[in-house]
């Protein structure tokens, strides 16, 4: 639901975003570059910037495009990544984190955007936008670059909690296959518990448990239960989604993450270490180029959180331009398919409610 799956964004409905403009390494003026890149792209795209006013009204003003298309909402205080979450609960009220997160709650916003400390980030979504009917944790899914025909599998969670039990696994399984089927276009969406290998003997007890809830809902939740998969099955074709706790997931991502890095210096030395070799790095030039834009995680930037009653995209905090602006694109094809109103429909079919509650819900996913 990035750059890379190409999905078409209507550009004829015009969607407001909430930008935290103080959460990243870099400052905010990646974060200004990177939503007048979307503004580029998308006529119809509205921010409100959340941060110092005097030293956004300087980066805006030097963008054009944003003229007229970018509201500033003075916050002088910053979350720190170093700031505990309880931290920011208490004394958060000034930050530009807090006031991105309080507009989507208003309604001002459809979606908030933050590059900042991803525990924190988490805290104020759940304090201010509240979680969804039924949902006991929230989960943060990233798409991962995979073999699988669309290019990228789902997983989650990979850092909003690290327990989990059998009943929250189900709950990451139905909002992990809302997402495929909206983002990858994935009608039968293959999910899979993440597990110390595929025989249905093996691992915790929750994840039996989770196996055989999971294993349950499929024919109602139309989607394919796989059963258990490995580590290696995460960027592999044998299920679309990779369920597992946020403890796991996290390990996973930024094992991942470390690896692909470590490769990238490794082809980079190689290519370096004789003429012949920088010889063939420029007849292999094309194909470098194509392999360094699929595997660049700035195409794929943003996690999203699920399970909450409002939409909230973490963006990687050392994000440049276009990260920042993958990033935008991911929350506006995540508004424009009332994802937040669907993830609440899957979780409603499963999950007992009282009458107020089930009397809200939508009714078509």
């Known amino acids: 639901m990035t750059t890379a799956q190409n999905t078409p964004v209507d550009a004829s409905r015009r969607t407001v975003i909430s930008i935290d403009a103080m959460g990243g390494d870099r400052g905010p003026a990646p974060v200004v570059a990177g939503i007048a890149r979307s503004a580029k792209i998308n006529p119809n795209l509205h921010f409100i910037l959340h941060g110092p006013a005097a030293a956004l009204e300087k980066l805006v003003a030097r963008r054009r495009i944003l003229a007229g298309r970018c509201d500033i909402r003075d916050a002088k205080d910053v979350v720190t990544m170093d700031d505990k979450p309880s931290q920011v609960l208490r004394q958060g009220k000034n930050t ?3 006031s ?4 989507v709650r208003n309604g001002e916003s459809e979606v908030c955007v933050s590059c900042g400390n ?5 805290a104020l979504s759940m304090i201010r936008l509240r979680k969804l009917p039924g949902v006991n944790r929230p989960a943060i899914a990233i798409l991962w670059p995979s073999r699988s025909a ?3 599998n789902v997983m989650l969670d990979v850092g909003a909690d690290i327990r989990a039990d059998a009943n929250d696994l189900l709950q990451y399984a139905l909002m992990g296959v809302s997402y495929a089927r909206n983002g990858l276009n994935l009608k039968i969406p293959r999910v899979g518990v993440l597990n110390v290998g595929t025989e249905e003997h093996k691992g915790r007890p929750e994840l039996r448990e989770a196996h055989d809830l999971i294993a349950e809902q499929s024919e109602g939740g139309r989607y394919d239960f796989v059963g258990f998969v490995e580590g290696g099955d995460i960027p592999g074709d044998k299920a679309d989604v990779i369920v597992t706790d946020g403890f796991t997931g996290n390990i996973a991502l930024k ?4 690896t692909a890095s470590l490769i990238g210096d490794l082809l980079r030395q190689a290519f370096r270490y004789s003429p012949l070799s920088r010889l063939a790095q420029l007849l292999a030039v094309t194909s470098l180029q194509r392999l360094q834009k699929r595997i660049d995680p700035r195409q794929v930037n943003g996690g999203v959180f699920l399970g909450l009653n409002g939409t ?4 990687h905090g050392s994000a440049d331009a276009l990260g920042v602006s993958a990033a935008v694109k991911l929350a506006v094809q995540l508004t424009q398919s009332k994802f937040s109103q669907k993830i609440a429909a899957r979780l409603a079919s499963v999950t007992p409610m009282t009458h107020d509650e089930a009397s809200a819900e939508p009714e078509t996913e």
Request: hydrophobic letters at 45%; aromatic letters at 8%.
């Open 312 to 315: 909230v995209v973490k963006s």
């Open 96 to 98: 530009s984190m807090w």
């Open 255 to 258: 094992t991942g993450e470390g």
């Open 150 to 152: 669309g290019g990228f």
């Open 100 to 103: 991105a997160v309080e507009s």
């Open 118 to 122: 991803t525990g924190a980030l988490m």
